[in-house]
């Protein structure tokens, strides 16, 4: 199931509110939670459901031991075998087609890899419960010992399946009682459209262009279409995947935030317009910040962060990052691209940018930014080889740009859309509203409208439309 379904803004939704505030015990609101988080995920497969009831069981389990044995080698061990039981679970069930692959490569063998099917969401649900049971083990926090009310915490059905990926300590107390209260659940609800505005407005439409130039999962571009393309068609497939890819995820993040906020969680941002963005060290702290301040808290600072080793330490955090985005080089070519550019800034480039113009340095992070999406794209390498020699041959193509120019005519006004919710200006219009308005009947009033309009748009995209996945839901 997901967000931006019909299925999902008329029964799901407004069936777990209603039964979530049909009462104000708090358990019972926890456990409304907890029984629809477990139907949304179990939705498509409900057989994954034992995985996670599984791990979550394994890991809270051992966050208590960890916590009676605080100090001592026991705690040490603890903490070890949940790091090795959850990255066990990734490479069995995200990773082990592309060992075999390596080691069949490497030695010559024959090996048949299981083949499992990718559960949805464990790559954010594993990094929920490793953080849990690493900050149990430093003492930041205490070991939860309600199992239910840590199985809310993991299967939480705002950000389960695509982030953003919540850390314990981040809501440890609006697990223990949440405080809802109206202007909470309209903020939420506003939240909410804004981000379903994003994705089936923006995101979708992209995606169709993206599909047109660079092929889709269901279509892959195949390399006679692509010598059929002019140079600048493969730039705008790019360009279109960069819009696509942004709105879809932090789309995706604003509704998870939107949700949370409706059932009195606050969840942090986890994206701050990264487009925007002067550096590419800049960029990250704006793209996919939940991600970003795992890998810097829990692989970074421990390898020594700044003080000894940086570009080591730099490495390794980048090498991983792509390796967490999927089993296959091209996500590793990804995550050392970005590694190169944030290695330059730190030792001279960042000093330079500082001393140049702001539209010199928002020009060089959009050129390092924009090219690099193509390596997370295309997952075959041979294509994606193909594809960066089209972008950079600029070349005409056998037909001309007459069909890529009347495409970018048809979305003229979409296209300025994208491009101005790129950047800061509906928040910038809400504050100067805010600070003259008091939030007075009228602008609620307005608020309402807003959010009923925005709705209906959405509605009426998603009519007929039954394919509509999220991008990060592969991850």
């Given at each position: 199931m997901v967000f931006a379904s019909l299925l999902f803004l008329f029964i799901f939704l407004p069936l777990c509110l209603m039964l979530y505030y049909s009462t104000k015990n708090p358990k019972w609101r926890n456990w409304v939670l907890i029984?629809?988080?477990?139907?949304?995920?179990?939705?498509?497969?409900?057989?994954?459901?034992?995985?996670?009831?599984?791990?979550?069981?394994?890991d809270w389990g051992n966050s208590i031991f960890i916590d009676k044995h605080r100090g001592t080698k026991w705690a040490k061990i603890g903490v070890t075998v949940t790091v090795v039981f959850n990255l066990a679970l990734l490479a069995t069930f995200k990773y082990d087609k592309f060992i075999v692959d390596q080691v069949n490569s490497l030695l010559g063998t024959s090996f048949t890899a299981p083949g499992y099917a990718l559960p949805l969401g464990i790559s954010f649900y594993t990094f929920h419960t490793i953080s849990y049971v690493v900050d149990v083990y430093r003492g930041d926090i205490k070991a939860q010992r309600n199992f239910p009310n840590f199985l809310m915490y993991v299967s939480l059905f705002s950000s389960l399946v695509a982030g953003p990926i919540i850390r314990y300590a981040h809501?440890?107390?609006?697990?223990?009682?949440?405080?809802?209260?109206?202007?909470?659940?309209?903020?939420?609800?506003?939240?909410?459209?804004?981000?379903?505005?994003?994705?089936?407005?923006?995101?979708?439409?992209?995606?169709?262009?993206v599909a047109k130039y660079m092929?889709?999962?269901?279509?892959?571009?195949?390399?006679?279409?692509?010598?059929s393309f002019s140079s600048l068609e493969a730039w705008v497939g790019l360009i279109m995947f960069a819009i696509q890819i942004y709105f879809d995820f932090s789309g995706y993040?604003?509704?998870?935030?939107?949700?949370?906020?409706?059932?009195?969680?606050?969840?942090?941002?986890?994206?701050?317009?990264?487009?925007?963005?002067?550096?590419?060290?800049?960029f990250w702290r704006r793209w996919h910040i939940s991600l970003g301040s795992i890998f810097r808290d829990y692989v970074y600072i421990p390898l020594g962060g700044n003080k000894k080793r940086v570009y080591l330490n730099l490495f390794i955090v980048w090498f991983l990052t792509?390796?967490?985005?999927?089993?296959?080089?091209?996500?590793?070519?990804?995550?050392?691209?970005?590694?190169?550019?944030?290695?330059?800034?730190?030792?001279f480039l960042l000093k330079l940018l500082e001393k140049a113009p702001a539209f010199i340095a928002h020009v060089y992070a959009l050129v390092i930014i924009i090219p690099g999406w193509v390596i997370f794209y295309f997952t075959d390498t041979d294509m994606l080889i193909a594809y960066v020699k089209k972008l950079f041959s600029f070349s005409?193509?056998?037909?001309?740009?007459?069909?890529?120019?009347?495409?970018?005519?048809?979305?003229?006004?979409?296209?300025?859309?994208?491009?101005?919710?790129?950047?800061?200006?509906?928040?910038?219009?809400?504050?100067?509203?805010?600070?003259?308005?008091?939030?007075?009947?009228?602008?609620?009033?307005?608020?309402?409208?807003?959010?009923?309009?925005?709705?209906?748009?959405?509605?009426a995209q998603l009519v007929g439309k039954s394919y509509n996945p999220f991008i990060y839901f592969r991850f």
């Open positions: 029984v629809f988080s477990l139907a949304f995920y179990g939705w498509g497969e409900p057989i994954w459901i034992s995985l996670l009831i599984l791990s979550s069981l394994f809501v440890e107390k609006e697990i223990y009682g949440r405080k809802e209260n109206l202007t909470d659940f309209s903020l939420g609800v506003s939240r909410f459209c804004i981000g379903l505005f994003k994705k089936v407005v923006i995101a979708n439409i992209a995606a169709e262009i092929g889709d999962n269901r279509n892959p571009l195949s390399f006679a279409e692509l010598a993040s604003d509704m998870a935030i939107g949700l949370g906020r409706m059932f009195g969680f606050h969840f942090r941002e986890n994206f701050n317009y990264p487009y925007i963005s002067k550096s590419i060290g800049e792509g390796m967490w985005h999927g089993p296959s080089w091209n996500f590793i070519f990804w995550g050392l691209y970005f590694f190169i550019f944030i290695a330059l800034e730190r030792a005409p193509g056998p037909t001309g740009n007459m069909e890529v120019m009347n495409t970018l005519s048809t979305h003229l006004f979409w296209l300025v859309l994208a491009l101005i919710l790129c950047m800061p200006v509906y928040h910038t219009i809400k504050n100067w509203i805010d600070k003259r308005t008091g939030r007075i009947t009228f602008y609620n009033t307005a608020v309402i409208g807003f959010n009923v309009v925005l709705l209906f748009i959405c509605v």
